[in-house]
């Protein structure tokens, strides 16, 4: 097969737009016999390979997300904790919140990425009274946390 031959079956069997054209006997209008046809044949055989791996992908809403936060600033004494647990419970997040002695505010939060971004992004401004000036977030590997909880200063 000559190279440009080879070129356009491999454009035609990838493209996920373009279907190959040819004329099938009993209907070549609405032709439901797409084995007939080699080429066809391939593409099928190809995009059942390309759908069986992403259906094997977990669904985005079974990823689950956790970071713990350290937010500093003015952030104790301006209902940064309780402000927290209402943003985290409307956003269906689990974890906790605690003051620390240095005067930050730590957070655990876990749940869907998106949510967790989202709570991420509210942090960084926090309640009308305080005044986030630092934001930092890490990694959470240690066992799962069920509902959100205000934890007593560490």
């Given at each position: 097969m000559a190279p440009i031959q080879l070129l356009n079956l491999t454009r035609l069997l990838h493209s996920p737009t373009r279907s190959i054209?040819?004329?099938?006997?009993?209907?070549?209008?609405?032709?439901?016999?797409?084995?007939t046809h080699p080429l066809q044949q391939s593409r099928i055989s190809f995009n059942r390979i390309m759908m069986s791996q992403h259906d094997s992908a977990p669904a985005s809403q079974d990823i689950t997300k956790t970071v713990r936060c350290v937010i500093k600033g003015r952030v104790q004494g301006v209902f940064y904790r309780d402000w927290t647990v209402q943003n985290a419970t409307q956003l269906e997040l689990t974890g906790w919140v605690r003051n620390r002695r240095d005067g930050s505010v730590e957070a655990l939060f876990s749940g869907k990425p998106e949510n967790v971004d989202e709570m991420?992004?509210?942090?960084?401004?926090?309640?009308?009274?305080?005044?986030?000036?630092?934001?930092?977030?890490?990694?959470?590997?240690?066992?799962p946390v069920t509902g959100f909880e205000r934890k007593p200063t560490i």
């Open positions: 054209p040819f004329s099938c006997p009993r209907n070549p209008l609405r032709c439901n016999h797409l084995n991420q992004r509210r942090c960084r401004h926090g309640p009308p009274d305080a005044i986030v000036t630092g934001f930092e977030e890490f990694p959470w590997n240690e066992g």
